[in-house]
Every structure is written in structure tokens, then in C-alpha cells.
């Protein structure tokens, strides 16, 4: 099996910053990442504007 994709603690922070596909720690890092993006512009756009996010799409 290869030892490189273990999924051992990533301590070097390039390591942990890494951009890589699959079923990797490192995917999983920037996936949480992007949802925290995604969530934060939803609030902020729900507070500014008073509607939801259904509300404001057009396709619903």
C-alpha cells in the first residue's frame, strides 16, 4: 500500500494547506474552508437584503 497516504496528523502547515483531490485530509480541510465561505455570504446576504437565499434565487 502507499505510505503517503496515510492519515496520520498534518503538522507542516504547507503539508495541512496542500491542494489535493480525493478522499485526502487536505481535501477535507479546504472543503470545510469553502463551506464556511459559502455560509458567511449567505447570512451577510440574507441580513443586508431581508430575504432568504430561496427568496433571492430565481430558479425556485
Known amino acids: 500500500m502507499d505510505e503517503t497516504r496515510s492519515t496520520a496528523p498534518l503538522n507542516d502547515p504547507a503539508e495541512r494547506n496542500a491542494w489535493k483531490f480525493g ?3 487536505q481535501a477535507e480541510i479546504w472543503n470545510g474552508r469553502f463551506a464556511m465561505i459559502g455560509f458567511t455570504v449567505a447570512l451577510i446576504l440574507e441580513i443586508l ?3 432568504g437565499i430561496v427568496d433571492l434565487s430565481s430558479l425556485f
Open 49 to 51: 437584503s431581508g430575504q
Open 23 to 25: 478522499f485526502t485530509p
